[in-house]
């Protein structure tokens, strides 16, 4: 069923776009009882939600004051319960683990930046605290502590499998009648006077509201009457795996250009590049040989081993974060995540769902 036709249900709802940001709106909207559809223009989830680490961090993502900076912190906090939320709704298991970070400095250079960022991050409201080398020996024996000049632990960074959760939140649509649309673009919307017309792949759907969740697509769909929302961007990252028996990373690890944290499936992860290409997928094997030496280079064990597995992603880009209206009641933008799109769902969505609930309720 979608709301396509002459009569348009007084509270419908699209969301163009199906990564975690659309489908936890959607969710979030369908528990309000909203009818959603979900548009997406290949496959749920397979963008920017797939390819991301799953990195649940203030304290590596965020030096400076901004409304994603308050939003990431407020998100944070939001995680343990919507997954706990998420896990009971469909009856999985997503792995979250609320392991903390450790963030090392290789020079005195680095470690003065690493000291001058944490003081101003416990401003912001992100704890972290030194840590000596003889207790990194000992927490995390599989470091390089040589030439190690420093480093702090930030107790309240965590990750999520990303993919799990878009797993999860499929499912969690699904229980709730939601209508997820794939391989269908939407191309173009045009506010009339009591909604929106929507055309996508499936040709022209109105709607009572439209939200943008389009990640680094967003910027692409077409608007009519109303100003043309700001630009998005592609900012894409490199990442490698290596399949591991052991649990040899358990907490994130973050030294000089290397996050590297470890799933409880057992894949350890390393990233991530930022590259300003356009929408171009091709790994390329310089990078990922620089991923890999700068992982060796802090967990040496890695150095032995050859990554098993490499990919790309696009992150979200724009101007700022946008969530919210759009010069009417009717669209909304959620984009411009950039690197904390994973972080930002359970904030992102209770925002949305409740200024669009409020906007048509009003109405
Ligand atoms: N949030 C990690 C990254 O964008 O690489």
């Known amino acids: 069923m979608n709301s396509s036709g002459p009569s348009r249900p007084a509270r419908s709802i699209a969301i163009a776009g199906g990564g975690i940001i659309g489908l936890s709106v959607a969710w979030r909207l369908a528990q309000r009882g909203f009818p959603v559809t979900v548009y997406d223009q290949s496959t749920l989830g397979g963008e920017a939600s797939w390819a991301g680490a799953g990195m649940l961090a203030p304290g590596g993502e965020v030096d400076e004051e901004s409304d994603l900076t308050s939003a990431a912190i407020a998100s944070r906090r939001m995680y343990s319960s919507f997954v706990a939320e998420l896990e009971q709704a469909t009856h ?64 309240e960074d965590g990750i999520v499998n990303p993919r799990q959760v878009v797993t999860a939140l499929i499912a969690a649509n699904r229980s709730l009648w939601v209508t997820l649309v794939e391989n269908c673009p939407v191309s173009c919307l045009k506010l009339a006077d009591e909604g929106v017309d929507l055309t996508s792949g499936n040709g022209v759907s109105k709607y009572a509201a439209v939200i943008v969740a389009a990640g680094a697509w967003s910027g692409g769909i077409q608007i009519a009457g109303v100003p043309q929302p700001p630009a998005s961007e592609p900012v894409k990252g490199h990442l490698i795996g290596y399949r591991q028996p052991d649990q040899t990373c358990t907490t994130i690890i973050r030294g000089t250009n290397i996050y590297l944290l470890q799933r409880a499936n057992g894949l350890l992860l390393a990233g991530a590049s930022v590259e300003r290409v356009g929408f171009e997928r ?81 109405r």
């Open 282 to 362: 091709e790994v390329n094997p310089e990078i990922t040989a620089k991923l890999a030496a700068d992982a060796g280079a802090v967990l040496p064990h890695l150095a032995e081993t050859t990554p098993t597995e490499s990919w790309t992603g696009f992150r979200p880009g724009s101007d700022a974060l946008h969530v919210g209206p759009w010069h009417s009641n009717r669209l909304f933008l959620a984009y411009g995540h950039f690197r904390n799109g994973i972080l930002l769902a359970p904030w992102t969505a209770d925002v949305l769902a409740d200024t669009i609930a409020a906007s048509l309720e009003t």
């Open 92 to 155: 999985s298991t997503i792995d979250y683990q609320e392991c903390g970070a450790l963030e090392l400095a290789y020079s005195g250079e680095e470690l003065e930046a690493l000291e001058r960022r944490a003081a101003f991050q416990a401003t912001l409201g992100i704890p972290s605290k030194a840590i000596s080398a003889g207790s990194i020996r000992a927490f995390w024996p599989r470091v390089q502590t040589e030439k190690l000049a420093g480093a702090r632990f930030y107790p």
